[in-house]
Each structure stands twice: as structure tokens, then as C-alpha cells.
């Protein structure tokens, strides 16, 4: 990552510097608390078991049980500042990247099927790269040279033989992560190829049975499934190579070297036993950080496939600034005006010549499949420009722009909602993040599926799988009302949301449409004439034509 994206990302997060502060500070206090222990250690050592002094023991063991508690501490607590600045990190992360994918202008080579199979891991790659380059890396420059300073005050021969083994260490673990970058992003790319392969397969199950295909995509499937499992062998073989070297360059190269040379240094009464004890115990925090300083240069090349694609979608992705706009006020009023609307090469044409639709307006568009609800709703959402006519919010043109604050205005309830592969808080905090669990639990409420959640062993902290597979469709869509109801936009959108439901579950919605606030405006897209509430403005759609029903 940049030196610029870095800033950009910091005016994105400014949380980040914050916990950078406390994350060091809190290792400096470790790093001096540290030391103390091998101290009480080399008294005992030197001190405690050559005189049989008992009250010195009592001094040391109580110093040494003090010493350890107050690491212990300090340690729950960096655990704890690093456990809640990841979590909040993590959304709001996902909130900006989620927008940037869904608002930005990209080619058409952009693969955002790509960038969802890898998002997960993506995010705790930038999380990682947060604690490791950023936080962790200058620190551990000064935890070396901090030991370095205590090595040479209690040995300065023996420090020196020690820190002669350091650049041996370095080359080594250069070279490994240099060839360990390229293998892991080919496991990427071969995984993600087994992925969307059965994915397709799942969707279009019906065309390859109609097309008696069942066995060429078994073979294909098979095939690739072979040629990644040879890969992960030859992986596996790489990793179980590399933890030999780790383990022969810690116990060959490091321990024993300074056991030999420290023994020869008590034997000709250059240091003590104690003191070469309390060596050992600062030399192994001194290589700590050198092995953190190797894990951050592997860290960073194992990550940096992630950051490229982080660094694309928050800072470098085909966006045009000078086309947004930002709704200050409430909206109040939304005008479609003298809209026409023809795809290329179609004989289709949506023609909407005057609509307007006010503050607490309940409107539905009713039609048949292919009359132009998608094409009416997708322009007045914005993901379709019209080629005449004009959008306006408040009386403030959004043609063809990109309303920054979306979710403060639109709600959108469709037939199929999009939910992640994290727990129900956390999918109702990507719209909120500042909601808490009343706030939650009042929406779930509103929308009937408290008692389904509150059903659940871990209740909110339930993950809801990929698309909330945990749930029914009805679920589903009473989920996303309540997901609606706590984004509390101004204009909420409903896109044939009782389409494809049992009876029961259709009861369950227009409940919920019902619990709709009254000071919001409703647009309801639907092919059910029947459904719809009496409260509604009902416009028919025909053949790309909007007109006033007359009953």
C-alpha cells in the first residue's frame, strides 16, 4: 500500500491513528514489565540458592508472581484494544468497499465475482497488514535494539557472537517468503476456480440436465478437483519444508550456540549462571522480535495480492467525482420528469411524462413481466440512466449521479436481499453501525422475526451463512424489512417483495408493510393487485407506459 493510500485510508478510518497510540503505548509498558521477571530469576539463580536466605526467596518469589500478574494484564488488555478496533475496522471496511462496488462506474473486465469469493479473507488481510506493517513493525526495530542494550551490558562478547546468527536468519526468511507469495496466490486463483465451477453447476442444474451434460461436468469438475489437490500436496510439502528450517535455525543455529559459548564464559568466570539465565531469557524476546520481523516480511508478501485488490476498490476504482450529489434535508418530494427510457437494439421504450410523489406518499406500480417496473425502479434508484428526462430529489437533479448518502435515502426491500456470511448483528450494523441491540431487537420486532432470532441458540450472534441460508424465504424477507426499518431512509422500496410466498409468510410481509412509519414514503413494485394495501396510490404499468389506475 501507498504512502498516499495509506493517508486516504486514514481519512477514511481515523480511528486507525488512535489505535496505533494505544497499541504502542500498551507494548512499551510490556516490553519494560518484560524484563523484570529473568531479573528475580537471576537472583534466585545467584543469590537465593547459594546462602539458603530465606527471606530473600520470599522477596523474590513475590516479585516474580507481581511481575508475571502485571504482564498477564497488560496483555488482556492489548488483546482487548485489538479485539475492538478489528471489529469495528471490519465493518466499516466492508460498509466503504460494499458502497464503492455497488456505486462506482467499473469496465466491464472489473470481476466482482472474484472480488466476493475473496472477501473475507481480503478484510483480515488488511486488518493483518493494519497490526504487522503499520503497528507492529517500526516497534519491533525498537524491541531489538532494546534487548541489544541489555544484551551487551550483561555480555558484550556473547551478545555479539549471538547477533552475528541475525542475518542468516533474514536471507533465510527473504527467500522463503519470496517464493511462499506466488504459491499461495496460485491456491487463490485454483480454489476460486473449484468455486465458481460448482456454483455454476448449482445455478444451472436444469440446463445441464436438459442438455444430458451431468457427465462432462462431473469429468470437468474431477479434473480440476485432481490438479488442485496435486497443488495443495505440493503446498503442504513446501510448509512442512519450511517448519524444518524454522526449527533447525531456533534450536541448532540460536540455543544451543549460546548455551556452548555460555557455559564456556562461566567456566572462565566471565559471567555467572544466573546471569547467563537472564541472557537466555532477554535473547529469546531479542529473536522473538526478529521472528515477528520475519513474519511481517512474509506477512506482507502473503498479503499483498489482498492489498492490491483493497488498494483497487477503496482508492484507485473508475469513479467520476464531479458526478454526485448530496441530499441535505429529508426528502420531500421525488419527480420523474418527461423520462424516456430504450435499451440498445430493443423495441421496448418506458415513457413515465410526469410523476410526482410526496413526503408520507404511498405509491404502487402493478404490472405484468416485461411491462417496465425493473426499468422505472432502476432508474429512479439510479443504476440506469434515462436517455431524456430528468430524476429530482427535493427538486435537485440526480440523473445520472451518485447520491452520496443513498442509504439515508433510499431503503430497498427486493424479492431476493443480499445478506453476508456474518452474524445478525453484524449484517444490521453494515447499515447502522452505531445501532445497539434495543435498537435491533425494537426493528426485529416491527418487522416479526424477534421471535425466530430469539429462538436461536446465540440470538444475534448467529451467523447467518452464505445468503442467510439459516433462514426460510419468508425469514429472509422479514429480515431484510427489519434491516430496512433500522437503515430508517427517507423513501423505502419494495421490489416484488411477496413474490414466490406461502400464504402464511405473504401475511407476515403485509404486516410489516403495515408497520411502515407514516412520515416515509413508500414505492411498491408489484405484479399482485390484490395485495396491496387500501392506503395505496395505485399506478398500472403497461408496456413501458405509467398511468393513474382508475380504481
Known amino acids: 500500500m501507498k504512502k498516499t493510500q495509506y493517508k486516504a485510508l486514514l481519512k477514511i478510518f481515523p480511528s486507525i491513528k488512535k489505535y496505533i497510540v494505544q497499541n504502542f503505548v500498551v507494548s512499551i509498558i510490556l516490553m519494560i514489565l518484560g524484563t523484570i521477571p529473568p531479573v528475580f530469576y537471576a537472583l534466585f539463580v545467584d543469590k537465593v540458592l547459594p546462602t539458603n536466605n530465606f527471606d530473600l526467596f520470599l522477596y523474590v518469589v513475590l516479585g516474580y508472581l507481581i511481575s508475571n500478574l502485571m504482564i498477564s494484564m497488560g496483555n488482556v488488555l492489548f488483546i482487548y484494544i485489538k479485539k475492538r478496533f478489528e471489529k469495528n475496522f471490519k465493518l466499516k471496511l466492508s460498509s466503504e468497499v460494499l458502497w464503492n462496488i455497488s456505486c462506482c462506474m467499473t469496465d466491464e473486465s472489473s470481476d466482482f465475482m472474484d472480488y466476493k469469493s475473496r472477501y473475507t479473507d481480503d478484510i483480515n ?31 558484550p562478547m556473547l551478545a555479539i557472537i549471538s547477533i552475528i546468527l541475525i542475518p542468516v536468519i533474514f536471507l533465510n526468511t527473504y527467500w522463503r517468503s519470496k517464493k511462499f507469495s506466488p504459491m499461495l496466490e496460485e491456491d487463490y486463483n485454483k480454489r476460486n476456480r473449484l468455486q465458481r465451477l460448482a456454483y455454476s453447476t448449482f445455478i444451472y442444474w436444469k440446463q445441464i440436465k436438459s442438455l444430458n451434460l451431468e457427465d462432462y461436468e462431473c469429468i470437468k469438475y474431477n479434473v480440476h478437483l485432481r490438479e488442485y489437490g496435486m497443488f495443495r500436496e505440493k503446498l503442504n510439502m513446501y510448509n512442512y519444508f519450511n517448519s524444518l528450517l524454522e526449527g533447525f535455525q531456533k534450536t541448532f543455529l540460536v540455543n544451543n550456540s549460546i548455551y556452548f559459548v555460555g557455559c564456556f564464559f562461566i567456566i572462565n568466570n566471565y559471567m555467572t549462571m544466573g546471569a547467563l539465565l537472564m541472557f537466555v531469557q532477554y535473547f529469546n524476546s531479542f529473536y522473538s522480535s526478529i521472528f515477528s520481523m520475519q ?49 440498445p437494439n430493443s423495441d421496448f421504450r418506458l415513457d413515465v411524462p410526469d410523476l410526482k410523489i410526496f413526503v408520507g406518499d404511498r405509491v404502487a406500480i402493478i404490472g405484468e413481466t416485461g411491462s417496465g ?10 443504476t440506469q440512466i434515462p436517455n431524456q428526462g430528468k430524476v429530482l430529489i427535493n427538486n435537485i437533479d440526480i440523473t445520472g449521479t451518485r447520491v452520496l448518502d443513498f442509504n439515508r435515502v433510499f431503503s430497498i426491500v427486493s424479492q431476493e436481499n443480499v445478506f453476508f456470511n456474518m452474524s445478525i448483528r453484524d449484517n444490521f450494523l453494515l447499515v447502522n453501525n ?56 427517507d423513501i423505502f422500496v419494495l421490489d416484488e417483495v411477496t413474490a414466490s410466498l406461502d400464504p402464511f409468510s405473504e401475511g407476515e410481509i403485509n404486516k410489516c408493510i403495515s408497520q411502515m412509519p407514516k412520515d416515509k414514503t413508500v414505492v411498491m413494485i408489484t405484479h399482485k393487485i390484490d395485495k396491496i394495501p387500501d392506503t395505496f396510490k395505485i399506478y398500472t404499468m403497461l408496456d413501458g407506459k405509467i398511468s393513474l389506475a382508475e380504481t
Open 125 to 155: 488481510s488488511i486488518v493483518d497488514y493494519i497490526n504487522t506493517q503499520i503497528c507492529n513493525k517500526y516497534f519491533q526495530y525498537i524491541i531489538a535494539i532494546f534487548y541489544i542494550g541489555l544484551l551487551i551490558t550483561i555480555q
Open 295 to 343: 513474519n511481517i516480511i512474509v506477512s506482507y508478501q502473503k498479503n499483498l495480492p489482498s492489498l492490491k485488490r483493497f488498494a483497487y476498490l477503496l482508492f484507485d476504482i473508475k469513479k467520476d467525482e464531479n458526478r454526485t450529489v448530496v441530499i441535505n434535508e429529508a426528502v420531500q418530494s421525488v419527480e420523474l420528469k418527461d423520462i424516456i427510457f430504450q435499451y
Open 373 to 382: 417496473k425493473t426499468s422505472f425502479l432502476q432508474i429512479l434508484l439510479g
Open 434 to 489: 452505531m445501532a445497539t441491540d434495543e435498537m435491533i431487537e425494537r426493528c426485529c420486532k416491527a418487522a416479526y422475526i424477534w421471535d425466530k432470532i430469539s429462538s436461536l441458540p446465540d440470538g444475534l450472534n448467529t451467523t447467518l451463512g452464505e445468503n442467510a441460508e439459516c433462514l426460510s424465504h419468508g425469514e429472509r424477507q422479514r429480515l431484510a424489512f427489519a434491516r430496512a426499518f433500522l437503515n430508517d431512509a
